[in-house]
């Protein structure tokens, strides 16, 4: 090949670089074996304890559920996950259906007009969407009610750094709010009055921007049913892995009206010389490889194959399967709550507040509830102190369809020994 | 061929899945909550069995190109082969089941790997420190303009531009408007490298940063880099670099030691973690000591051996996504890393480069070189000799995707007319670059024979070419309330 280029050497190949910039060697360990190197990062995995799914209490944006088999054996298919963005379509249509369908499906779960092909996580997707509202109506503050996610917040605000916004907690909205961002169920778990808080900011002159649960929405009104203009939230719970936070997939949905301002990626229908339908990329002139730096968003990809694994959980679950999931980890949360309320010293940390399957308990010694438990295998509530100066001794405890009603059993004997 | 879409072949009479019941007392949902709080309608998910989803499923896969089945010559994205063992890595129990709020004391093995990774890359790119949190490239570009920002503000320097070539990468621009900055262009000089004269008179000290990547998008390496650097320095500002093309020269020199104080990679092109369809990846990056300071929180620190992460940053800009980072992806390239060694991966840059030659060689006869070479990892090629003819750069990318091949980018980068910008990766065979290459001489020879065969690929894929400009139209009309198809969207036809 060197002769056929036309040089002696590798080297000349490289005479471009200044000789003082060489270096001889890259200071890495020397490359093993495939079983090495499984052997070497089994045994780093082997240094983590997972606890089992059943056995898991602990929620805070990340859950435990059942995984459909089907997820794995889509999103592991070479033509998926070995695929580049589908910039061009007539090699992508696979891809760019799948994606145009879970544009669909967040947008019918959200009860909303459009959905864009997904986002990073939950929140970014917050983030994004606090920037839209700012587009939208060119003012400059955001404000947060209530127990959004502490992450969801701090991300808001190291974007909101770069906007020149402001990000400001409390309920009610001023002159000046862009967005009012809520979350529902809240980061505790607890049920916020999306309505109320919805038409407050449209009073204000503002925009209502809903982060949802997507398994909740089975069960609970939609972001377009209380008239929310914009949906967004993390999908990891649609088939995804807690894999210690990531990669998770991040949605967003909006009204029609405010569709030319959504970051990222959007797939439409479009049609071939013989009519045949298939998908491409629309509305690319609000992004970054066209406006430069007059782009929507610096957002160049999505997070297609979590997208992928999402539609692949939805559509194996169906409307049927979703509300199934939905309403058991409904009702064995009521069922752990009501007992752990009998236990000496514990109590609902908000009992006016209703909730659907993550709840927060106030009790005595939090912290050492949770060293408890985990001498026991399981993986206690989240101790939500360390965000919320408020909130001493109070945990949130999580279930889903994974935690049967032994696990049940087992934790409140646990708490009980 | 073409796949109705799942809510199309939804049945009313499939069954959902069989899933446990609750099997506790407890109340139902709409025994608890009031009426407003439950959703009216049930949302409009398809109903259909799992045979009818695993055969739909698998037969969208097959309408796509991917790396396991072609070669993907795509300047400035680096799609090299993905080890399958990568993938055994990151769905270890160890590594998938572990939920982010689990005690440090649980998941060492999680936070021994991110530390490692973060060495290695540190070892790669010459820079003191790396946050593995960005989730994509672009969010890396981002993060570093952050830190650049936050460090200017700390020496009470309100700094308000970011310098920008004209061949940089579209996301450069975005990312440095996104943090606030106004963005500024520096030419290319007639060699395709930055100009210096245009670079001298850009330069000020309203500048915060300039943004290069190095080879820059034309796959020449910038001869002058340490100059620029100088340059750069001199007014205080800062030296970032787009890590798009890191796979030119990995052990054999480093961003780091041409003067860079920030630099973003991108796990999947240079570390080989999938592209998804379009991500999830990964963008960490890679700071100077003089940046560490507002590193995203938290950071992984290891004292005696045992691990922590740190949230105690007082001067970090912050978080940038939630929890870590895109753990799954940092598992893959670590694998990738642990592999390959040292060794490897400079092997890997020298076969890059090796391979990109020997193409570019192969086709100079056959498309315009607008610039001398020799090349690094990727050369851009123009199709502006077939503009006699009426074929355009498009028209060579989709007869190619028609020969099996997936295409090269296009038009790209801006200052190229007609570009066609390729990147073969050490991945690629000499036969399958000699196949490529003769793709390339039947499709320039088909220019001149039968210029309506090029316009009328592709042929042979489940659809031909989109019409996007009716596509659009019809957006329109549905955003303006003239139409009912939202073409974003499927919608029942009842509804």
């Not at chain 1, 779960?109 to 839209?132: C, I, P």
Request: glycine letters at 8%.
């Amino acid at each position: 090949m060197l002769a056929a280029i036309g040089v002696e050497s590798m080297d000349d190949l490289l005479l471009d670089i200044p000789s003082s910039l060489r270096i001889k060697t890259l200071e890495l360990p020397a490359g093993l074996s495939e079983h090495e190197t499984m052997s070497q990062i089994s045994s780093l995995a082997a240094r983590n304890r997972v606890f089992p799914d059943r056995l898991t209490f602990r929620g805070g944006g990340v859950y435990r559920r059942f995984i459909p088999a089907a997820v794995a054996a889509v999103t592991s298919k070479p033509e998926f996950y070995t695929a580049y963005t589908p910039y061009q379509p007539e090699a992508s249509q696979g891809t760019l259906q799948a994606i145009f369908e879970f544009q669909t499906l967040i947008a019918e779960l959200t009860d909303l007009d459009v959905a864009n092909a997904s986002l990073y996580d939950g929140a970014t997707a917050v983030a994004e969407a606090a920037m839209m509202a700012h587009i939208h109506t060119g003012r400059k503050e955001i404000v947060v009610s209530g127990y959004l996610h502490p992450e969801y917040v701090e991300v808001l605000r190291a974007f909101s750094d770069g906007r020149g916004l402001k990000v400001r907690k409390g309920t009610e909205p001023g002159p000046k709010t862009a967005a009012v961002i809520f979350q529902q169920p809240d980061f505790l778990g607890l049920l916020v009055d999306a309505r109320t808080l919805t038409e407050n900011a449209h009073a204000a002159g503002a925009l209502a921007v809903a982060c949802v649960d997507p398994i909740s929405l089975a069960v609970l009104a939609p972001p377009g049913q209380y008239g929310a203009d914009i949906a967004v939230g993390e999908g990891q719970q649609l088939g995804l892995s807690p894999s210690y936070g990531g990669p998770h997939v991040g949605f967003i949905s909006c009204r029609k009206e405010l569709v030319r301002r959504l970051p990222g990626r959007l797939i439409g229908t479009a049609y071939d010389k013989e009519g045949r339908r298939g998908f491409n990329l629309a509305l690319a002139a609000r992004e970054q490889h066209i406006r430069r730096e007059k782009a929507t968003s610096n957002i160049c990809t999505n997070h297609s194959l979590c997208a992928l694994a999402a539609s692949v959980y939805m559509t194996y679950m169906g409307p049927d399967g979703l509300r199934q999931v939905a309403e058991v980890g409904f009702k064995r949360a009521h069922a752990l709550a009501a007992r752990l309320a009998a236990l000496p010293g514990w109590e609902p940390a908000f009992p006016d507040r209703q909730f659907l399957n993550e709840f927060p308990m106030r009790v005595p010694k939090g912290p050492a509830v949770v060293r408890k438990l985990a001498r026991k295998g399981i993986l206690g509530p989240l101790d939500v102190h360390r965000w919320f100066r408020e909130l001493k001794g109070v945990l949130t405890f999580t279930c889903t369809e994974v935690n049967d009603p032994r696990a049940l059993d087992e934790l409140v004997a646990a708490l009980e020994s | 061929m073409t796949e109705p879409l799942s809510f199309e072949k939804s049945r009313r009479s499939a069954e959902g899945p069989r899933l446990p019941d609750a099997d506790v007392t407890a109340p139902e949902p709409s025994e608890v909550l009031a009426p407003e709080m439950l959703r009216a309608n049930p949302p409009g998910l398809p109903r259909l069995s799992e045979p009818e989803i695993m055969r739909h499923y698998s037969r969208l896969a097959s309408m796509n190109y991917s790396i396991s089945e072609q070669f993907y010559p795509l300047g400035s994205c680096t799609m090299k082969y993905n080890p399958v063992v990568n993938e055994a890595a990151a769905v270890l129990p160890g590594f998938a089941d572990l939920h982010p709020y689990q005690d440090e004391a649980t998941v060492q093995g999680a936070l021994e790997l991110m530390w490692r990774l973060e060495r290695a890359l540190c070892a790669v790119v010459g820079v003191e420190r790396v946050t593995l949190q960005p989730a994509a490239g672009a969010h890396g570009e981002w993060t570093a303009l952050m830190m650049i920002q936050a460090y200017h503000h700390s020496r009470g320097d309100a700094r308000t531009e970011v310098l920008v070539p004209d061949s940089a990468h579209g996301t450069n621009p975005a990312s440095a408007a996104l943090s606030g900055f106004h963005v500024v262009e520096v030419k290319s000089g007639a060699d395709g490298r930055i100009s210096l004269a245009d670079l001298e008179s850009k330069l000020s000290p309203q500048v915060a940063a300039l943004m290069l990547t190095n080879p820059n998008t034309l796959g020449l390496f910038e001869r002058e880099i340490l100059d620029i650097a100088e340059m750069v320095h001199a007014t205080g500002a800062m030296l970032y670099y787009d890590g798009a093309n890191l796979n030119a020269f990995m052990g054999i020199c480093r961003p780091g030691d041409m003067g860079f104080d920030a630099v973003h990679m991108n796990l999947h092109k240079t570390f080989t973690t999938p592209h998804g369809g379009g991500g999830p990846g990964a963008g960490p990056v890679g700071v100077k000591a003089d940046l560490v300071p507002f590193l995203p929180t938290p950071t992984v620190e290891r004292t005696d051996g045992h691990l922590k992460l740190d949230f105690k940053r007082p001067q970090s800009i912050g978080r940038v996504r939630s929890f870590y980072g895109n753990f799954g992806m940092l598992v893959r390239a670590y694998a990738y890393i642990v592999a390959m060694g040292g060794d490897g991966l400079a092997q890997a840059s020298r076969d890059a480069v090796l391979s990109a030659n020997y193409l570019r060689k192969q086709v100079e006869d056959d498309l315009d070189m607008p610039h001398e070479g020799p090349c690094m990892h990727e050369f851009v090629a123009s199709a502006h000799n077939l503009a006699p003819q009426g074929v355009r750069a498009l028209d060579v990318a989709k007869a190619l995707l028609d020969r099996d091949f997936y295409a090269p980018t296009i038009y790209f980068p801006l200052v190229v007319p007609e570009a066609i910008m390729v990147e073969p990766t050490e991945t690629e065979s000499k036969d399958t670059l000699d196949a490529f290459a003769a793709a390339i001489k039947e499709i320039v020879a088909e220019a001149k024979s039968n210029p309506q065969a090029l316009h009328d690929a592709p042929r042979n894929l489940p659809v031909g070419r989109l019409d996007e400009v009716a596509a659009a139209r019809r957006i329109n009309a549905y955003l303006q309330g003239q139409a009912e198809d939202p073409v974003l969207r499927w919608k029942p036809a009842e509804k």
